[in-house]
């Protein structure tokens, strides 16, 4: 999945074609921000809460990693001008991308606020020190594109799925676990009382802790927003996902085949939420909240935002799209947590989707109460 996404000759990511091949209408997938600026809005009016929160610091930084076509930064950056000022004289975008494919497409958005110290790119969290940040650190479908291990269980006993090359062709071959992480992954789900029974095939995204880590150790006061499709490890690892929720994505549609078009497909996994948060927790970000999408446009005001559109226009439906409840509106769920700060009280998370401390070990038994 590495060497699929991200070798840099022949990675999905990371060949050098045109990045509107991949996000967007003559694309393989959407996201969010190709659908309808309405997230962005909400982004730009809970950032401005976030530097209230914070006493308006200079400067207040925003750092995106995985930021694609540079639709976000380009619509938070349009939004800060137009709506408030203050914070646009006192606000740096940093954006933190692997593909230069990408780097080149975000340059074109963000071509009005290039050669002023509002925009930069570093080349990873790493290049940043400890407590740099004062501000966010944001992220739209980054985790659920890093590369993934995928284990299988086999009388009793967790093996992973390894890739070997035979005849031709990329074929699947069962093995042991490939590090001793995978192992402390599914103790740490047995200790909050999630067992996989026999023939259950899921991820595992080792990954997404560490870039956690780096999050927490990057920032300084401020709060990290962290959008993507996911669930709790309860739901994630629940019966209804024996197969994993591994997929590919070529021309919009899905299909369950990482060995097909390999370099020339998306490929996604769900994220693990409440592993995340323990992540986070672990080095020292406090879960502020957890919500989907449709409760955190709701929250920031989403309703007077579409009231203002022709309710026979297609721009309507399209903003509708990202709030429908069998749709965006739920799968994407958004983790805010803070650092240095006390729990702030974010408009974002007004509207509460889920019961009680749902992230928490255990919770589920609180939920179904
Ligand atoms: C699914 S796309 C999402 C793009 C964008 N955030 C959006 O919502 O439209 C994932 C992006 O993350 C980038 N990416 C993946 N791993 C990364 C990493 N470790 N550091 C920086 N960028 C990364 C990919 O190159 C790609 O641009």
Known sequence: MELALYHPEFGYYTRTADP????????????????????????????GQIDDRL???????????????????????????????????????????????????????????????????????????????????????????????????LDGEP??????????????????????????????LAA???????????EINLRAI?????????????????????????DLYGPDRKRGTLLCYTRHQASEDPYARVGLQDMTAHVDFTTLAAAGEEAGLSVTGFTNQTSFLMGLGAEQMLASLDPESPELQSAIQLLRPDGMGRTFKILVQHKGIAEPALDGLKFKPFFGSVLAPGSSKVTKS
Request: with cysteine.
């Open 20 to 47: 509107r091949e991949r996000i967007g209408p003559k694309g393989d997938y959407y996201t969010s921000f190709d659908v309808h600026p309405l997230l962005a809005g909400a982004l730009a009016r809970q950032i």
């Open 55 to 153: 006493g308006h610091p200079d400067p207040f930084t925003i750092v995106e990693t995985g930021p694609g076509k540079g639709l976000l930064a380009r619509d938070l950056l349009t939004a800060c001008d137009r709506h408030n000022p203050a914070l646009a004289a006192r606000l740096r975008y940093i954006l933190i991308e692997h593909s230069p494919a990408m780097v080149a497409a975000q340059r074109e958005q963000l071509a009005p606020w290039l050669g002023t110290p509002r925009v930069s790119w570093l080349n990873g969290l790493a290049d940043l020190r400890d407590g740099a940040i004062t501000g966010t650190m944001l992220s739209n479908e980054l985790v659920d594109a890093f590369p993934v291990h995928r284990i299988k269980i």
């Open 159 to 188: 093996k992973e799925l390894h890739v070997a090359y035979a005849d031709g062709r990329f074929v699947e071959q069962t093995g042991p676990l490939s590090t001793p992480a995978l192992a402390q992954y599914l103790a740490r």
């Open 192 to 202: 909050m009382g999630i067992t996989l029974p026999d023939g259950y095939t899921t």
């Open 210 to 234: 560490s870039w956690m880590r780096e999050v927490a150790r990057a920032l300084g006061r401020g709060v990290a927003l962290t959008i993507d499709y996911g669930h709790t490890a309860q």
